[in-house]
């Protein structure tokens, strides 16, 4: 595919002027074949693996940044689920020394993050499945690049309630482990969870990869908020079209980036993910485009035709620019890293109820969003399995990601900095549905899984 100098002159504009980035390189890697039943060697073959692949991505993403003058904010690495190469070493002290070991091995070569600390378990849980979550508090409150997920249920398995029944728990000794329960930050848990997804925290390298994948993720909701905003009296017709065009410029970029890193380290190109990835920075926010539409604030009524627009558009455009797009693709809702979701919970525009809702038709679902520090576990594990079930029954992926705020009340605020930025702490209804999520078993997949 080639990339025209014009493309290229409209795409600096893009980032001088409207913040486009490319908010993430994610450089996937097998660990299947490290295993060795010496866990000391185990963990130096993982190290090995990692450091060096590691150490090129972060050289050639810099060079790229440098010769074509668009920022590349993370480099990133994801694993094999760990679960998978840990059956004979599954110990809680055994998780947490490997955990470390990605940390360093990410740390020493300038990697931002390392996802794939996780498992699928949509089905069931082995015995290496419950030793992870028994762990995952110590080791997502002792490392600082580690992120770990879940995915505990497709439209072809149904919901596995057991597993969702361990997370209220285990997120609740995270948050108490970690200052302001930074440690939630990097633990999702997911339905239908792509096996190429480029962003943290839900990032790993599938089982059907190949050794080694080159992933990119863009982001350009200020883009595409700049160009809505020059459009206020256009149909949706229109206005779709509109960012149909913006978005499949946006594309172009990640797959011109993507395509050369892949020929400059050797490595085969996997994806771009086009999902609208906001940052608290002014300009920067999926909440802002959505009040360029005309929806004064965000969970107003028309908010989730609003985001349907939204994110059917971004999907067309970046099916239109390449024939390599994946992961999630579409557009992100989350609280904290949104400057303006996070003004909606402070005027009390925007509840966890309209925030459900709109997960339907975004591309993702609940996403750092923080809830009084003394929710009990039970009604952390509803939150999480209402928000699946849509995924579940709708055909498409949904997540939770969910910080327990210790201490903090209902309009107070939990301060994270950097891109995770600050999440209002959000109602939580105070009726119990204890008593229905302690049936756990498996809800049945629906009726269209029947496809084959």
């Keep these: 595919m080639s990339i025209t100098v014009d493309e290229i002159y409209q795409t ?84 947490i020394a490997m955990a470390k070991t ?25 015995h290496a499945d419950r030793v992870l979550i028994e762990a995952l508090p110590d080791v997502l409150s002792q490392t600082k690049r580690v992120c770990s997920f879940l995915n505990v249920g497709s439209n072809v398995a149904g919901l596995n309630l057991d ?22 930050a990097k633990f999702v ?3 239908n969870a792509p096996e190429d997804n480029p962003f943290m925290a839900g990032a790993f390298h599938g089982v059907g990869e190949g050794d080694a994948t080159i992933n990119v993720g863009v ?54 993910d086009i999902s609208l990835a906001s940052t608290t920075a002014q300009g920067d926010s999926v909440a802002d485009i959505l009040r360029a539409f005309g929806i004064e604030q965000v969970g107003a009524h028309g908010s989730t035709l609003a985001v349907a627009l939204l994110m059917d558009a971004v999907k067309k455009g970046g099916a239109m620019a390449s024939g390599n797009v994946g992961g999630l693709s ?33 591309s993702v679902g609940l996403d750092m969003f923080a809830i009084p520090g003394d929710t009990p ?16 029954i709708n055909n498409k992926t949904t997540a939770v990601r969910v910080i327990p705020a210790i201490g903090k009340r209902v309009g107070q605020s939990v301060d994270f900095g950097g ?19 302690r049936r756990g078993g498996r809800m049945p997949a629906p009726v269209t899984s029947m496809r084959n």
């Design 102 to 126: 990605l940390d360093d091995a990410a740390a020493d070569a300038g990697i931002d993050f390392i996802g794939g600390f996780g498992s699928l378990v949509q089905k069931g849980l082995t």
């Design 189 to 191: 848990v997911f339905v």
């Design 419 to 437: 891109l995770l930025g600050e999440a209002p702490v959000m109602k939580v209804n105070r009726y119990s549905a204890k008593d229905f999520m």
């Design 12 to 95: 600096h504009a893009m980032v001088a002027e409207q913040h486009l980035d490319i908010r993430t390189t994610t450089l996937g890697l097998n660990l299947k074949d490290c295993i060795d039943s010496d866990f000391s060697r185990f963990r130096k073959n993982v190290y090995n693996r990692i450091y060096p692949a590691a150490m090129k991505l972060v050289k050639e993403v810099k060079l790229l940044e440098m010769k074509y003058g668009i920022p590349i904010v993370n480099k990133r690495i994801s694993i094999t689920p760990i679960a998978f190469v840990m059956e004979t070493h599954a110990t809680i002290a055994k998780y």
């Design 377 to 392: 576990v039970e009604t952390i594990n509803a939150i999480i399995a209402d928000e699946l079930a849509i995924g579940v």
């Design 330 to 362: 579409g557009t992100f809702i989350p609280v904290s890293e949104d400057a303006g979701m996070i003004e909606a919970v402070k005027k009390g525009a925007l509840s966890l109820d309209k925030l459900e809702s709109l997960t339907a038709v975004c």
């Design 163 to 184: 597993a969702v029944n361990l997370l209220g728990p285990m997120l609740s000794s995270a948050a108490k482990k970690s200052k302001n329960g930074i440690a939630c």
């Design 219 to 272: 982001s350009g909701p200020g883009v595409v908020r700049s160009v809505v905003a020059k459009n206020r009296t256009c149909d949706l017709t229109e206005l779709s079209e509109v960012i149909k065009k913006t978005t499949f410029k946006i594309t172009r970029a990640g797959e011109l980036i993507g395509r050369e890193l892949a020929t400059n380290t050797g490595i085969p190109f996997g994806i771009v």
